[in-house]
């Protein structure tokens, strides 16, 4: 998700969420915050840097009160005298975005931009304001201006891959990624983002090291377990996704989830040929699902493996009952034949 950089006001923009898809499905949520006292600071003109900065933090603390348009009025009335700070500009243009007057605080993030060429806070600030009008060429345009001056803003450049991914630009989006990971592996988030855009890709093998390395980093996240288990399980490597899928299952909290997660874990031990252990989690299921056509299908799947012909037999027969999927149900009837025919045996 895309980190917004927080206005003076200690309002954080709105968040746009990005929907990353892969079996079950998840969203990571995370944010970042500027604190007021930056503000107030900057590069002046004509020689008034002192008393408009001093200016600028009375502005300032109008903001923070709340009371943006008397933010506005007040500057308006420094900017008119020439008194003028970066700072100034600043605290202008959160108040014009506290006030929703979006193209208004550009211009004012603008002019802080010509009193300091190589600063990065008013570009950042622009381009939240994009994003609140919903134009992301020019959300990309004010963070490649930024991230020209500060090439190692690490949470930029995760910014940048992150609507590369949202617009489908993909490789785009790993570059991206990829330089991050490159200059800091301990970056919180990256190799979670760039394996499951992997993951997404079908590129289970080289999403495997980023998603090891995200759960080194945050080993009891939950969002992170889940998805190196379902890569795990998609790369055929079930003691792995069996290990990690555990894991999710002991710290999560998600009853919604719990249920799709229990299955699959039932499907690795039939893969493994433990078709009681399989047996055992169907009946977790069942627990939390009764009418699960799924599990009631597995569980007398794994019950025909153990031989347990008359306990597979009523189990098969409800699945019948309540199941809508006709193609599978012929295959179920031609099953309950064979069973039935193994208990005359």
Same mark, same amino acid.
């Given at each position: 998700?895309? /980190?917004? /950089?927080?206005m #003076?006001? !200690?309002r954080?923009?709105?968040r ?5 898809k ?11 915050a500027?604190?007021? !006292?930056?503000?107030?600071?900057g590069? &002046?003109?004509?020689g008034? %840097? !002192?008393?408009?900065?001093k +200016?600028?933090?009375k ?7 709340g009371?943006?348009?008397k933010a506005v009025?007040l500057a308006?009335?420094?900017i008119e005298?020439?008194e ?6 600043l605290?202008?243009? $959160?108040?014009y975005?506290?006030?929703k ?5 550009? &211009?004012?993030?603008e002019?802080?931009v +010509?009193?300091? #060429?190589f600063g990065? *806070?008013?570009?950042?600030?622009e ?5 609140e ?11 490649q201006r930024a991230?020209?001056i500060d #090439?190692?803003?690490n %949470? ?10 949202? @617009?489908?630009k ?7 990624y ?6 800091n592996p =301990?970056?919180?988030?990256?190799a979670?983002?760039?394996?499951i ?5 079908g590129?289970?093998a080289?999403a495997?090291p980023?998603? =090891?390395k ?5 080993p ?5 377990l889940?998805?190196?288990g379902?890569n795990?399980l998609? &790369?055929? *490597? ?8 555990? *894991? ?8 919604m ?5 229990l ?10 040929k433990d078709y009681a252990g399989?047996? !055992?989690l169907y009946d977790q299921i069942?627990v939390l699902? #009764?009418?699960? =056509?799924?599990a009631?299908?597995?569980k007398? @799947? ?6 347990r012909?008359? +306990?597979?037999?009523p189990?098969? /027969? *409800? ?5 809508? @999927? ?8 031609d099953?309950i034949k064979?069973? %039935? $025919?193994?208990?005359?045996r």
């Amino acid at each position: 998700m895309l /980190r917004w /950089r927080t206005m #003076p006001s !200690g309002r954080t923009a709105r968040r746009s969420r990005m929907h990353r898809k892969f079996a079950i499905g998840m969203v990571a949520v995370l944010s970042a915050a500027l604190s007021f !006292g930056i503000l107030a600071q900057g590069k &002046g003109s004509k020689g008034k %840097e !002192g008393e408009a900065s001093k +200016e600028a933090m009375k502005i300032e603390d109008l903001v923070t009160k709340g009371e943006n348009q008397k933010a506005v009025e007040l500057a308006q009335k420094f900017i008119e005298a020439g008194e003028v700070t970066e700072g100034l500009y600043l605290n202008l243009g $959160a108040a014009y975005f506290n006030l929703k007057n979006f193209e208004a605080a550009i &211009g004012a993030f603008e002019k802080a931009v +010509e009193l300091n #060429p190589f600063g990065t *806070k008013a570009l950042l600030y622009e381009a939240t304001c994009y994003h609140e009008l919903g134009q992301d060429e020019k959300v990309m345009e004010a963070y490649q201006r930024a991230i020209d001056i500060d #090439p190692a803003d690490n %949470e930029l450049r995760y910014n940048i891959a992150q609507i590369h991914e949202k @617009n489908g630009k993909l490789e785009e989006a790993l570059t991206q990624y990829r330089a991050i990971f490159q200059a800091n592996p =301990d970056f919180k988030d990256v190799a979670f983002a760039a394996g499951i855009l992997l993951f997404n890709q079908g590129k289970y093998a080289d999403a495997e090291p980023l998603l =090891d390395k995200a759960v080194a980093l945050s080993p009891s996240d939950e969002q992170v377990l889940l998805a190196v288990g379902q890569n795990y399980l998609k &790369g055929e *490597k079930y003691d792995a996704a069996l290990d990690s899928l555990n *894991k999710y299952l002991q710290v999560s909290k998600n009853e919604m989830l719990r249920p799709a997660v229990l299955d699959q874990v039932a499907v690795i031990h039939e893969k493994k040929k433990d078709y009681a252990g399989a047996l !055992g989690l169907y009946d977790q299921i069942l627990v939390l699902r #009764p009418a699960s =056509d799924k599990a009631l299908l597995g569980k007398g @799947n794994a019950l025909v493996n153990l031989k347990r012909y008359d +306990e597979a037999l009523p189990v098969l /027969r *409800k699945y019948m009952e309540i199941s809508k @999927n006709e193609a599978k149900k012929k295959a179920v009837a031609d099953l309950i034949k064979q069973v %039935e $025919a193994a208990r005359k045996r």
